[in-house]
C-alpha cells in the first residue's frame, strides 16, 4: 500500500513539474544598438536612450555608443524614448527559435517649435506704465553710475575685495602648469636674454626711465 502511494505521489509531482515547466515564458536576450543622424549625414550611436517594455517596469538605457541589453519575452512590445527624439516602438518577434535577437532602431529628431514668449518684470501694462512715470531719470542718478564704473573705483575694489576660492584655486592651478613646464631643467633667466635687453636699451634711448622720474 505505500509503494502505491509512493508512485502516485511521484507521478503528481512529476506531472506538477511538467505543467510549470510549460507555463514559464520563453525569455530572451534582446540587444542591439540605436543609432541616428548627425549633421554631416553619419550614422552614429545614441546614447541616454530608454529602452523598457511597455506595461513594465524593465528596461534599460543606451550606453554612450547607442548598445543595449536586457531579457525580454516574445511578443512584447518595447519602447524606445528620449527627449528631443520621435518614440519608437517594437515588437519582439513571437515566432523566433533562438534564446538571443539583436535589434538596430533608428531614431530620427523631434523638432518642436514652441512659440516666442517674452518675459516682463511687470504683471501688467498698468504696472509697466506706473513704473515708467515713477523712474528716476536725472543725472544725478547717471553720475552716480559714472562714479561708481571709474577706473580708480574699480581699481580700489579689485585691492580690497578678497579673492574667493574659485580665483585662488585658479592661481594655483596656473602656477602649477608653469612650474611642470620646467621640471627637470633650470628655468630660463631674464638677465640672459637678448630681446629683453634690446628693450631696455631701446627704453633707455628714448628717456623712459627720465620720463617717470619727474
Known amino acids: 500500500m505505500k509503494k502505491i502511494y509512493l508512485i502516485l505521489a511521484l507521478v503528481i509531482f512529476g506531472n506538477l513539474i511538467v505543467n510549470a515547466q510549460q507555463k514559464l515564458p ?3 536576450q534582446f540587444t542591439g544598438k540605436v543609432v541616428t543622424e548627425d549633421s554631416d549625414g553619419n550614422v552614429i550611436g545614441l546614447p541616454y536612450v530608454n529602452v523598457a517594455i511597455e506595461g513594465t517596469s524593465r528596461g534599460v538605457v543606451s550606453e554612450f555608443d547607442g ?7 516574445p511578443g512584447e512590445k518595447v519602447v524606445f ?9 517594437y515588437v519582439v518577434p513571437d515566432t523566433l527559435n533562438s534564446d538571443l535577437y539583436s535589434w538596430i532602431q ?9 512659440p516666442e514668449v517674452v518675459i516682463y518684470p511687470w504683471p501688467s501694462r498698468e504696472h509697466f506704465k506706473y513704473d515708467l512715470l515713477a523712474m528716476d531719470v ?3 542718478v547717471r553720475e552716480n553710475a559714472r562714479k561708481n ?3 580708480e573705483a574699480m581699481r580700489e575694489l579689485r585691492y580690497a575685495v578678497p579673492t574667493d576660492g574659485r580665483e585662488a584655486s585658479s592661481l594655483v592651478f596656473r602656477e602649477t602648469a608653469n612650474a ?5 631643467q633650470y628655468k630660463p633667466q631674464r638677465i640672459f636674454d637678448v630681446f629683453a635687453w634690446k628693450q631696455f636699451i631701446e627704453a633707455w634711448k628714448r628717456g623712459d626711465f627720465k620720463n617717470k622720474k619727474q
Open 149 to 151: 564704473l571709474a577706473e
Open 67 to 73: 548598445y543595449f541589453s536586457f531579457v525580454a519575452q
Open 180 to 184: 611642470a613646464v620646467y621640471t627637470g
Open 81 to 89: 524614448s528620449r527627449i528631443g527624439f520621435k518614440t519608437v516602438e
Open 138 to 140: 536725472t543725472d544725478e
Open 106 to 114: 533608428i531614431m530620427s529628431v523631434d523638432n518642436v517649435l514652441l
Open 26 to 28: 520563453k525569455a530572451i
